[in-house]
């Protein structure tokens, strides 16, 4: 697989030093050869930095007025995220912490440059800033996940509150039409966003699956979810009208039908339902509608 060379800015004002620094690079990298951008001050450092997009920096740290943790201070203050490796011309431990909070990504000094520690060094920086673009990638897409987690569960909030909402308006309705045209309506206006919530679960589910916590949090609202389509469910079916429909009914599974509707209000009111229904009833012959008002009442 053919490979990219890399771009990289040398800031060196020693003409000498820099033919050697680029010579140390095409030795350690010859393929693909890298091209190296090469200028003496930091001014003109800044301007292409400015202008172009680089992989890597190297920048001395004698500049003439302006030294290379000035400039490192003044690219960072830019936002400019390039990895950066600061050579000096003798060690110092100070300069290189200096260096280190000023945002650089390496420190070499030149009296110990060769081949092998130039390229180790580079290598190195390309490793930490890849690790890093890596982090602050996954970083923003957590938390793209969390705000819409965030945003769904308190559509779904809403959508529970219209629902609950809805349930206590039909438990005092008297009309059985009247029940099914509120609730209809109140169905559909309900059926709509819950879908659309439904559907950024399932898509946040299949993107961040190798996330437990989230995974977790986003089955627990699917469950929420499935819980209102069931409840949405019993209300559709027990507002249906129309002219006396006889059928071959499960009376157990009617009252159960009506239970799932009421149960919720009966709990917080203090009224706790027990059931005893007999499994060998046998099926009745009888409008579904009718009954189902007959057991609300």
Same mark, same amino acid.
């Given at each position: 697989?053919?490979? *990219? ?54 920048? #001395? ?30 060690? @110092?431990?100070?300069?290189?912490? *200096? ?6 990504? #390496?420190?070499?000094?030149?009296? $110990? ?22 982090? $602050? ?12 987690? $965030? ?64 995974? #977790? ?25 129309? #002219? ?11 009252? *159960? ?22 499994? @060998? ?17």
């Amino acid at each position: 697989m053919n490979r *990219e060379p890399l771009n990289i800015l040398l800031v060196e004002d020693d003409e000498d030093d820099a033919f050697y620094i680029k010579d140390l690079i095409r030795e350690g990298m010859p393929s693909p050869l890298p091209r190296v951008d090469h200028t003496s001050t930091a001014a003109e450092a800044e301007s292409r930095l400015e202008r172009n997009l680089y992989d890597l920096c190297l920048f #001395d740290y004698r500049l003439g007025e302006v030294d290379g943790i000035d400039l490192l201070r003044t690219v960072r203050g830019r936002n400019i995220t390039v990895p950066i490796i600061l050579l000096t011309g003798q060690g @110092d431990q100070e300069i290189a912490v *200096e260096a280190m909070k000023a945002g650089a990504t #390496d420190y070499l000094t030149k009296s $110990k440059l060769s081949t092998e520690t130039l390229t180790h060094s580079i290598r190195y920086a390309l490793g930490l800033h890849r690790e890093a673009e890596r982090r $602050k990638e996954t970083e923003k897409m957590l938390k793209e996940s969390h705000e819409e987690l $965030k945003v769904a569960h308190e559509e779904l909030q809403a959508s529970m509150r219209k629902l609950q909402t809805a349930q206590k308006q039909i438990l005092r309705s008297e009309k059985l039409a009247g029940i099914g045209r509120l609730a209809a309506g109140v169905c559909h206006e309900i059926l709509n966003p819950l879908n659309i919530i439904s559907g950024h679960i399932q898509a946040l589910a299949m993107e961040r699956e190798d996330d437990g916590s989230l995974m #977790d949090d986003l089955n627990s609202i699917m469950e929420e979810v499935q819980r209102i389509e069931k409840i949405i469910s019993g209300l559709l079916k027990f507002s249906r009208k129309g #002219d006396m429909e006889l059928k071959h009914m499960d009376i157990n599974k009617e009252l *159960e039908s009506v239970l799932s509707i009421l149960e919720k209000d009966m709990n917080l009111d203090g009224v706790q339902v027990f059931r005893q229904f007999d499994p @060998d009833l046998p099926p009745l012959l009888a409008d579904g509608d009718r009954m189902r008002q007959v057991f609300l009442n």
